[in-house]
């Protein structure tokens, strides 16, 4: 799946943010909730770990929430394969924040 980018999201002067997650819902509501803020804009949305990487080398935002949990290649692997393309560079860092969605094993007490 390609990357979708946002109406109008190249000039605002807002901070910039790529969200990605493999469940359109939260995709969805997290895009809703950050919009809301005057100096933040959701600039794209990415379901899978190919199309975060095409997002950000043609978006360059300034930050990218990534699902740990992604479906086929996950957060992690994402992660790793940003830094081995060495996507981020001096000219482009932007902050990447990894979120695990859910947990799916036990606490030992």
Same mark, same amino acid.
């Given at each position: ?18 969200v ?12 809703? /909730? ?5 100096d ?12 975060? /990487?095409?997002?950000?080398?043609? /978006?360059r ?17 994402? /992660?790793?394969?940003?830094r ?26």
């Amino acid at each position: 799946m390609t990357p979708l980018e946002q109406p109008a999201c190249r000039t605002t002067g807002k901070t910039r943010i790529l969200v990605v997650d493999d469940h359109p819902i939260v995709r969805q509501g997290l895009s809703q /909730l950050i919009n809301q803020e005057a100096d933040l804009t959701v600039c794209g949305q990415a379901e899978e770990a190919t199309a975060a /990487l095409e997002a950000m080398t043609t /978006l360059r935002p300034d930050f990218v929430i990534v699902d740990i949990s992604l479906n086929g290649p996950d957060g992690l692997d994402l /992660l790793k394969t940003i830094r081995e393309k060495k996507i981020i560079d001096d000219a482009y860092k932007p902050q990447v924040i990894a979120a695990i969605q859910e947990f799916k094993g036990t606490f030992k007490a």
